[in-house]
């Protein structure tokens, strides 16, 4: 029997009976066999992409980071489009 860490509760018999039956009762789910087990793969991070971002570290003006923040959340993708137009019209 695998170790438990201390505060761990296992269900008694009678748990796991009540928990089996209302797993068979719900039809969105069903208890996971060794097979499916066997087929499952884990996840790990982002897939990957073709062109993957790079991180960096630069020196921002607190004023113009707070304006940049201030926009909301994806505030960093939206500089990345910003800087990425002004590469293809030649002004960078």
């Known amino acids: 029997m695998p170790k438990l860490k201390a505060g761990t509760l296992v269900p008694t018999v009678v748990e796991g009976a009540a928990i089996a039956a ?5 039809p969105d789910t069903h208890e996971v066999s060794g097979a499916d087990m066997a087929r499952m793969r884990p996840l ?12 960096v570290t630069m020196r921002l003006d607190a ?5 940049l923040k201030a926009t909301g959340p994806g505030w960093q993708t939206r500089v990345n ?12």
């Open 63 to 67: 004023d113009v980071l707070g304006a």
């Open 44 to 55: 790990r991070g982002r897939p990957p992409v073709a062109r993957p971002k790079e991180s």
């Open 81 to 92: 489009e910003l800087l990425k137009q002004a590469v293809r019209r030649g002004r960078i």
């Open 22 to 26: 209302g797993i068979a009762q719900d």
